[in-house]
C-alpha cells in the first residue's frame, strides 16, 4: 500500500456522516498501534507528524517507518504534516511522500496567511499531494509556539480563504485548544459557528467541505486519575466531551485531532507497568503496555467519531 490521499476519503466520510480520526505519532509504538487499529476497525485514518515529532525521530526514519508498518494493511493511510509553520517544511514532506500536509499561517496576518498557505497549495498540488491549513487561531502549546486566547474563525472570512488558496480543508477555532487543559469552566463548542462556516464555504466551492478540529482529546478523568495512581501530577487537566465531539462529526467535521489522549493512555499504561513489575528492566515489556493502550484509545476515537458502530 502507498500512502492514501484524503480528499476522496473526506468525501466518503462527509456522505456517511462520520469523521476520520489523525492520529500523531513519533516512534514505533505509536506507529504501529495506529496502523492496528486501522486493520482491527477496518476505518481509514490520519497518521501526522508535527515538526517536533520529525526532528525527534527523523524524516527519512519517519517514513520509512510508517512505509513498513503499512505494507500488510488494506486500509486506506493518509500520512499528514501536522502544523507545518512554513513552506520549507512543507515541501520537504511533500517530496518525502507524504500524501497530505497542513501549511498552520494562522499566527499571520490574513493576507500573510492567503499568500504562505497558496504557495504549498501550488507546490502540493503538483504533485498529487493534498493541503490542510488553518484560519482562526486555537489556544494551547505546539511545538515551541504558545497561545494564550482562542481567535474564532470568522465564517466569510472562511469562505473567501478557501476560495483564494484552494485548500482541500480547513482547521477552525470553534472552542477547542491543544493540550490536556482545554476549559477552566464548563466545556463547550460553537455549533452556531461551525454551521455557518460550512454553509458559507460549501456556497462556494458547490461541494461538501471537509472542515478539521484540532484540540480534540477528551482527556478523560479515569485516565488521570490512573496516571496520578502511578505518580504522575496532572492537576486541573479537562478535555472535550465526547458528546460535543460527536455533534461537531455529524455537523460536517470530517477530520479529527488526537494527540493528547494518545500521550495520556500511553504515560499512565508504562507508569503502571514500571511501578507494578518493579524487577522488569526490559522495555519491550512496559512499551508493549503502553502500545496496547494507544490502539485501545485509536479505536474508541474511531467508534466515538462515527467510523464504526
Ligand atoms: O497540535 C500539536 C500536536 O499535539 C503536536 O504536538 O508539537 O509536541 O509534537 P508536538
Ligand atoms: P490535542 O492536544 O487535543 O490532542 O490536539 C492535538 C492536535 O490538534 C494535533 O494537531
Ligand atoms: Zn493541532
Redesign the pocket.
Known amino acids: 500500500m502507498s500512502f492514501a490521499d484524503p480528499r476522496p476519503l473526506f468525501q466518503k466520510a462527509l456522505s456517511q456522516s462520520f469523521a476520520m480520526g489523525a492520529f ?1 505519532v ?1 516512534n514505533l509504538e505509536t506507529v504501529q498501534a495506529a496502523v492496528s487499529a486501522a486493520n482491527d476497525t477496518s476505518v481509514p485514518l490520519f497518521i501526522q507528524a ?4 520529525i526532528s525527534y525521530a527523523g524524516l527519512d526514519c519517519l517514513v520509512a517507518l510508517v512505509s513498513a508498518a503499512i505494507q500488510d494493511c488494506p486500509i486506506p493511510i493518509v500520512l499528514h504534516l ?2 507545518g509553520e512554513d513552506f520549507d517544511i512543507c515541501k520537504k514532506c511533500v517530496d518525502a511522500g507524504f500524501s497530505s500536509v497542513m501549511i498552520d499561517g494562522s499566527s499571520l496576518p490574513y493576507m500573510e496567511n492567503i499568500k504562505l498557505t497558496k504557495e504549498v497549495v501550488d507546490y502540493a498540488h503538483k504533485k498529487g499531494v493534498a493541503v490542510e491549513a488553518e484560519l482562526g487561531q486555537l489556544k494551547g502549546v ?2 515551541d509556539v504558545s497561545v494564550e486566547e482562542s481567535t474564532y474563525t470568522d465564517p466569510a472570512q472562511a469562505a473567501d480563504f478557501v476560495q483564494k488558496t484552494g485548500c482541500d480543508s480547513l482547521a477552525i477555532s470553534i472552542g477547542t485548544s ?1 493540550g490536556a487543559y482545554k476549559f477552566s469552566g464548563t466545556a463547550t463548542l460553537d455549533f452556531a459557528r461551525l454551521a455557518l462556516i460550512k454553509k458559507v464555504i460549501e456556497e462556494i466551492t458547490g461541494y461538501p467541505y471537509p472542515l478539521v478540529l ?1 484540540g480534540a482529546s477528551s482527556v478523560s478523568m479515569d485516565w488521570i486519575a490512573h496516571a496520578e495512581k502511578y505518580g504522575a501530577v496532572l492537576g486541573d487537566a479537562k478535555g472535550v466531551p465526547e458528546d460535543l465531539l460527536q455533534k461537531a462529526c455529524k455537523m460536517g467535521v470530517a477530520k479529527v ?1 488526537v ?2 489522549d494518545l500521550r495520556l493512555a500511553m504515560t499512565a499504561r508504562v507508569r503502571e507497568s514500571l511501578v507494578e513489575n518493579p524487577k522488569n528492566i526490559d522495555p519491550r515489556k512496559y512499551l508493549s503496555s503502553g502500545r496496547q493502550e494507544i490502539q485501545n484509545t485509536i479505536e474508541h476515537k474511531i467508534r466515538t467519531f462515527g467510523g464504526r458502530e
Open positions: 500523531n513519533y508535527s515538526k517536533g515529532a501536522d502544523h505546539e511545538d491543544h484540532h485531532n494527540d493528547t
